[in-house]
């Protein structure tokens, strides 16, 4: 029974760095999403800078912009991916939850058979 609650345990140290990820990528998601909107209010010729280290060098808006659409595919793709991944420690999650339940009440059931 202890290795089964280790496992759970182990489970669930899973599943919260899942959701921990997901969180990053949100973030992520919603500042780009920003930056995005923000490109929308651009005139076609206003200067676009990309921060570089220290420097800010000059980019192609038309660059800029596909960078950033891009990186928005790639965020929601890794969500997706993320919410997957989850959705099936989850599943786990439950699955030895339940193990440990009918162990527990068969524990209960023989030590009230004593």
């Given amino acids: 029974m202890s290795e089964l609650g280790t ?23 919603q500042e780009n999403k920003i930056v995005n909107e923000e490109f929308d209010q651009l005139k076609e010729d206003t200067p676009v800078y990309k921060l570089t280290g220290n420097v800010l060098l000059p980019v192609e808006q038309s660059e800029a912009r596909g960078n950033v659409e891009k990186r928005l595919e790639f965020i929601e793709t890794e969500i997706k991916r993320c919410e997957k991944n989850i959705r099936g420690k989850q599943e786990e999650l439950e699955q030895v939850r339940n193990e440990l339940v009918k162990l527990n009440n068969a524990a209960t059931a023989a030590g009230a058979d004593r």
């Fill in 7 to 29: 496992k759970y345990q182990h489970l669930q140290s899973e599943l919260e760095e899942f959701i921990v990820a997901r969180q990053k990528l949100e973030t992520q998601l």
